[in-house]
């Protein structure tokens, strides 16, 4: 009977091992490539993406610390495989930008396309590129970081989906590394003189959350200037530039 017992368990912890050996560890392109299904772990370093390409959906791949993909200007790099990387860490580099599909994340960070909070550097483009590239998925992620520290955008965000299939969700949060840290926050700084930092269109169910704006806007003293002795100048609607264009 013992030997009947220690049999089935055997058999039991079985597709365990196997998955555990069906890990590979990619260090290349063509590597990365050839795979269909399974998972693979990507060793640190970068990978340049050349051509036309896609990562099936069946695919896992583990983009650990330290590991960048710089696609060609006017390739086109279709994601499907799931993508398993840090929310704070730059995946995505090089002026292509891969199309990314539901099944590949759950939610787009910002920091995948290069913001980084707390660097002195516009963070626009970065984020504009994350939005292009996550258009049927519509989540985007902005990691808290210290107060002190925010993300800096220079000109208007336009959150916009031709496929409409996507409602954008924006979201931030205030923890680091899942530690509740009311000093953390996801926190921007809007440096344009006038117009919305965020804007939405063709949007019926999208949404914000958790997320700390401050804006530079002159529009207000622009006003004063202009119709200073005039009617109006008291007319709330020529004051007013708001922070979100829905």
Known sequence: MCRIYLNIISLALLP??????????????PQLLSARTGEVRMAAGQYVIADNAELPEGLVIRAEKGVRFQIAAGRKLQVR???VADARSVLWEGEGEPELYPTAMKEVSVCHFGAIAGDNRDDADAIMKAVRSAQRIGTIYFPAHEYEKPYTISKT?????PLRVSNWHVIGDKTADGVQNEEMVSRIVYTANSGPCFSFRGQRLGYMANLNIDGMNKKPQEMVDKLRN???CWNPENWNSPGIDM
């Open 81 to 83: 495989a799931t993508i």
């Open 157 to 161: 965000i336009e959150f916009f989906s």
């Open 230 to 232: 005039t009617t109006a």
């Open 16 to 29: 365990q091992l196997l998955a555990a050996q069906t890990v590979k560890e990619v260090n290349s392109v």
